[in-house]
């Protein structure tokens, strides 16, 4: 008879693996990281493994499943097949079967009843009955299972004794192993989580005695008792936040050791950050991060050119690496940059005339225009057509990373490269599969498809196993480690799926069938295993702001918030935080050259010295490393989701009309919203509530410009998203202006604003604090055109917000403080011309002060 044993025991209890005999012992942990720290520590204690399998359950499923699963990638669109059958009339139908298989996933991983949709309250829930039913039947019908199934036979594997430590939940599949294997082998489930405050390891326990197993259970304690004389301490940074991470990673190192400590994150942004200062901080990283495919990016690309050859999708074709033009690709953008087009039909004959552009470089321009025509693919055809286009495609691009790597020699993009490569393998031979589903295909659906695999996979980087372990509680909070380091615990993580089945109107049926399970809870006793078993926790926040947990921590375990006053300095890149120095934010000598390399090959936006001025150290950090977006540019506002739509309506309707006409505008918004539709009538509900979204918003826009008072009445929208690229120096400045009216060769510059609060003021501009009017101003002087003001346009209530206008050009209609002369606007130009490349040095120099420092506007 065997042993079926769940041992329920206090936070500190360890098993100890010498207690049983090694032979046919399999010992099974929670994630990768706590295995591999299991594992070292054991062979770190006893020279050797001796017998014991140390395992996850993924591998222990790995060795006992069929081949009898079918490829994901398939059975979604053999879903997405079924459910048009159901749902013919559904919006944005792919996403809409996206989170159909991810429900239907989770049925098949937990185990649950089809029958348990029919209880639900939501009728389309209960829809979804026969949908499931026939997708598990078209795979039945080919021996497959959608189930996490596995093959009886474990016993190959010899199993003698099972020990299962450190799980907090258990999947359903975890569960049916765990009971096939106690059939004929020895079984132990170790719970170190015997806590009074939480009914979720009750729950697990009434699971085992159903399955016949017996519970060996220590008194339960309260939390109180467990964080009582625990060493756990709460630090705000407030406006040194960055600074005091830095710090006191570096002081833990020096107090323990790397391989004691270990940093949790709560929000993975964290993670980039420290990912991209590790080598101004001089600090290692173990991170498991996801890295860009630059490859499968690039056949994206290149598949959307083929699709449509719009402005757009043009420019970003021609900066293709991997599928390149044979043009000087620097000259052939200049030009398009420069040129106003649509698409590709607008390089005609007549269109040649008009091409601003240097005539020694026509020649190239045009054999790149006909060169882009002839890249076409079918747009119907069968899957071998398309599979073959692919193959081509992938050879040629593999030819180009292996001349990149033997001239360039760098093996980490090398082996990125052919992780991609392989993935595109992978996808044909996947895709070849599709044949029983479509005799031929379009090629819009056959791009929807290897889009929907590229999207899917993850490109990991190499695990750096000398740095600092890093990662989310989830992956190691069952490790061992002296010196805990938690970051990002001042906000609350939403641990809900982000799907519409999943709202709180299904969330008590969701729970009830076993779907839905209690994550904070779960997440809860993760982080206060991890606190008792560090020698040392620190959670750092920004401010007196926490999170749920760590408010509960903070309050069960009396622990005050203190506030950090240290005037440790980790690195150059934070000394500025500190407001007692003197000195600006100045980087070493051995960070500048690394740094200057990359401000040489950067493109710059008309608002990076806006962020420059403002704060050194935030632009470096947000922008030329790209931590995250910048919070004072390019806010997304509602209004201008369909910013691109909007001005191309406004554009056809300012070219055929000079007053307001209604009729005209409704029209134009049928013509480019809904090209398929004639008359309002025939809109679809969602439809027409758009239509009369649109309609009022624009309508509104085109009073305000048709306003017969309005100062600049004989300046007509001429423009819209006009793109620019040209030189101050060495520095290159790209962009785009949201709109130009004119008046022969005379623009207003204008520049969508969402709110009054977003804008800068002329002063600004004026006293080299904001440079964005500045550098259209000069964008479009290169194009010899005159500038007659530059505008904000205010998208809530359709005002214009004038920086500087020119008298010479528009008359004064008040004494308007805007108001400047030819000579003036020139002189501000000039001026901050000299600015920019005077910051653009200091950048190089690795100079990078706030403006309220003591240097701000020198």
Known sequence: MTVKKVLLKSLDSKINLDDFDDEGLFYILPTEDSLIDKRVNYIHDKGFLKNIKFMTFDALFFQTSPPTNPNPLYSFYVLKKILKKYFPKEEYFHDFSKNIYDFFNDIFVEGIDFSSLLTFKDTFIKSLYEVIEEYESFFAKKNMTLYKAYRKSICQLKIKTLIVDGFVDFRYWHLKLIEDISENSDVYIHLPFNLKEFNLIEKNLEIFKKMGFEI?????????????????????????????????????????????LSIILNDKSMGELLYACQDLEELSFDLDRKIFDFIGDQIKVYFNFLDKKNRDNIILRTQLHYIPISQDVDKILQVLYMNNFSRIEDFDEKFKDNLFIDKNHIGDFLDF??????????????????????????????????????????AEIYRVGNLSLDQIDKF?????????????????????????????ISLKSLRNYEGIKTASLDKIYYSNNEIGIYLSYDKNKNLYKKNFIYNDDNMEDLKRIGLVKDYNQIELIELIYRLCNDKKSIFLIKNDEISNSLNLIKTRGNIEISTYEDNYISSALNAYENINREDDFKLDSTNICQLKRILENRSFSATDFDSYVKSGRDFLIERVFKIEEYEDSFKEVDYLKDGSIYHKILENYFKNRKVYDEDYLKNLIMKETFPKCSKVEDLSFSEKFKFIKDFSYLLDIVRADTDANRINKDFIPKLFEQRFSFDIGPINLVGSIDRIDAKDDEEILIDYKSSNSSTRTASDVFNNKSFQSVIYALARKNKDKKIAGF???IIKNFKNVPIFVNEKYIDKYDKGRFYKSDDEINELLDNSTNKIIELYKDMCDGVFYNEDEKKKGN
């Open 216 to 260: 060996e259970c220590d008194d339960a304690k309260e939390l109180d008792s467990y964080l009582k004389g625990k060493n756990i301490e709460i630090i705000k940074g407030q406006n040194f936040y960055n600074n005091m991470v830095f710090s006191y990673i570096k002081k833990s190192i020096n107090e323990s050791s790397i391989k004691n």
């Open 369 to 410: 225009v006909d060169k882009i025509k002839t890249e076409k693919i079918d747009p119907y055809n069968d899957l071998d057509y398309y599979i073959n286009f692919l193959k081509n495609l992938e050879d040629e691009i593999r030819e180009i990373l292996d001349r990149d790597f033997e001239n360039l020699k760098d």
């Open 428 to 456: 044909i031979n996947i895709v070849d599969s599709f044949k029983d589903m479509y005799d031929k295909i379009s090629f819009k659906e056959f791009r929807e498809i290897l889009f929907t695999y590229l999207d899917s």
């Open 791 to 793: 505008y904000y346009k």
